[in-house]
């Protein structure tokens, strides 16, 4: 109960100290220096020869305070599953404080161990464990009771928890509406009849044209993909792909555009650039016309002609478009940004099951971050509430200058055109036969590699080392090559002996690192990690990228 002690002493005033102790009833309750003891019943808060001055911010929380107390006192929580036992620890928060307007906070510890083996912890940073609303509510005592019985479950599922389970209610963002979080715009109704969306029927109409059309499309795009890549391609591309060509029919580019663009690819551009900072790119332009029978340039257009790898000469592999040097095999685009060589793609975990969503940096830190929502539909609306959200805060902002209020304000227009757009897509989609996409089923570990995200690894391919780095809390900074080599031969080592993880691990960092010092070592130990997992379309991108590292751009299609 430090953390409650901690939130207790907050709410006193300076000079005063509380004990914690237990009344007569049972009832939680603390004694405070300057006198008297404060009671914490369920329904109320009792002063007995306490005085309440002195404990200012126990009288605003009143009951909740001991809602407080009780959900905290159910911490630390053990959970033991096959052997293996973790624990659930709260500690203070470190950038936000214990308790505000948002509710309490905490930094929530998970340490794994298994008889004297202890593996690296993991943790949730400044976790909002229950929020102001949450505290209010008149089924308390079942939300206490729903969060007993889950972590009960754990015992059975440890796997696929973490320690942002240990929060009272996983928060549902509800995704904005254009009209209930938008500032009033006096001339939107007469912007939105000047590019025909005015009519929410014609809207529909239009947008289900181009959604039938790329829906129709799909199957010689997924075949495609497969026969190329080996790999299975989710719908929700069709989805991205009548976006973009609806868009691109508008008769206008977004308000103030910095250039002027032509309907179609280029307008469609405009306007999702304008809004949410992406646009077509990767498997994405498979839709479009003709993008099936597009060839690739020759290798000596893009290496310098003296340097083309031996045995790489030719038409580039078609894997190669959009593959930055630092991208994983796992990795495939389909968007690209707007900054900074921003590109978003889908993760694979196993060649058998459909892919998650990932964004990368490539000209920044060029690690890649898995998305909360692995579908993309859901991952448009999420991109577009970041968005929303951002120009709200900058419009809120009074040290913004008017050259900024405008951009912000032209793309809050462009928001609520994508908007309009969306909602038609939703409703087509609805209406489309569901498709049996299920995603990799294996469980993710606690921690991940530098450069890549935490990894869905099969049962049976042993342990990865905390020394791989990212896999303990103690990696500071990137391992020498002498300490490097040491580690592809433990690696190598558990291989041979049918344990892969450690070498798919240690590989994909490799990889992330791009150290020309061990690029043999390191492309060779992640194809083979490869290859002993039986991932062979991974394997396949990976000699394709190793032989072909140096490219001068990530377009290998011709115009």
Known sequence: MLLFETLLQSLLVPDCKATLTRSDDGHPAFQLSTGGTVILEPSTVMFDDAEPEDAPGVVDLGPALRRIHDFLARF????EDSGIVAVFTLHAPTDKPLWSDEGLRATVRQQSSKGEQTFAGSEAKDLLLIDRATLARDDWRALLDAFDERTAEWAGALECVFPEHAALVRPVPVAPTVEATLPPDEGWDDYAASLGIDDPEALAARVAR???AAYARFPSVRDHYEATYGLKLPRGLAYLSALFAALGELPEDP?????????????????????????????????????????????????????VPPGAEGPLDPRLDMRYRRDAPQFVTFLSGNSDGKHWGFWYDSPDHFPVIASNYARDSAETWLAEEPEIADFLRAT???????????????????????FYRNQLRALRVIQAHLDALDTFDAEQPPEDEPLCPWPRTERNPVGSPRLALRPDTGPVPDKVPGFSFLHSEDPDTDTLKTYIAEARRELAEGRPAYAHALGLYLHWCDDDALRDEAGSLLLHAYEALGFRPFAAILKVHLLHRDLASVGVFED
């Open 210 to 212: 181009h959604a039938e």
């Open 384 to 406: 577009f509430d970041d968005a929303l959200r951002e120009s709200l805060e900058h419009l809120d902002d009074d040290g913004e200058s008017e050259e900024n209020l405008r």
């Open 76 to 79: 630390p929580i053990r959970v």
């Open 255 to 307: 308000p103030e555009h910095y250039i002027a663009c032509q309907p179609g690819r280029s307008r469609s551009h405009a306007w999702t650039d304008s809004a949410l900072g992406m646009r077509l790119s990767g498997l994405s332009e498979w839709f479009l016309p003709d993008a099936l029978q597009r060839k690739t340039k020759d290798a000596a257009r893009l290496h310098d002609e003296d340097q």
